[in-house]
């Protein structure tokens, strides 16, 4: 499956300009069409409208919101200007509490979408929301970039971080475009168990069905050595040089991530090189 459809979302043109423009790469690169959704987010605690607020002071909050996407809008309408693929802006006005269904209206019918990393400076709650709303409510793959990506991952050298689940297996078939371009898979399996059916030979048959598309994976067996596995496959990452990688998404609960952490979050918190990550 070709990416034809991509979507990327804006809640603040100063730090989402970087992802806006690897997007429109992306979609050039693929002769896809571009979504951008510019986001005008009203804060208000949901509460508020019980406890008693004061009604013109809740209006102008939303009056704001609504300002803050059209700020948005006219910052990516210049940044677009130059670009001669299929593009369009849609900017929407959303309390904090009722962004999900409206990420996840948006990203539904997209092959990809693209935003930047939820974890780090000048990042929000926000962030956090539309990516697990792009997982969750579509299961749509999205592909994180760290800051000051601005352009297409080349995708040369890909790791696939395996352990024979569901989202891993659903971000490996998503990520089918970009393996078959790769020069360089390897399938990095951490700590496999010592009694497991395939224990002789830990990753072969997804190097097998691989194979059949055409790509050839190499199987990387790592012990752990390190505390968590977001540590142990970013030094793989180092060692290899790869500029992707091919993971599934909250193998656990997100509360249980949230509150105890997980090597989904942990990815997204430290990673320097794109991930392209599914549910």
Known sequence: ????????????????????????????????????????????????????????????????????????????????????????VITITAQIGALAPVIGERAQLADLVVLPKPYGKDRSVEDVVIVESALFRTRTPVMILPDGVTTAPEASSVIIAWNESTESLAAIRAAMPLLKEAKS??????????????????????????????????ISVLAKTMPRISDILCRHCQDKNADLVVMGAYGHSRFREAILGGATRNMLE???VPMLIAH
């Open 1 to 88: 499956m070709a990416y034809k459809s991509i979507v990327t979302f804006v809640q603040n043109h100063k730090t989402d300009m970087d992802c806006v423009l690897a997007a429109a790469s992306i979609a050039e690169k693929n002769d896809a069409h571009l979504t951008i959704v510019c986001l005008g987010i009203d804060h208000t605690n949901p509460g508020a409208y019980y406890g008693g607020a004061n009604a013109m002071a809740l209006q102008q909050t939303l009056a704001d919101a609504e300002a803050e996407g059209k700020e948005n809008e006219k910052a990516v309408r210049s940044a677009m200007g130059v670009w001669s693929i299929s593009w369009e």
């Open 185 to 218: 898979v390897d399938v990095a399996i951490i700590d496999p168990p010592a009694h497991a059916a395939d224990r002789s030979d830990p990753g072969g048959a997804l190097a097998e069905m691989l194979s059949r598309h055409g790509i050839r994976g190499d």
């Open 270 to 272: 430290m990673t320097e």
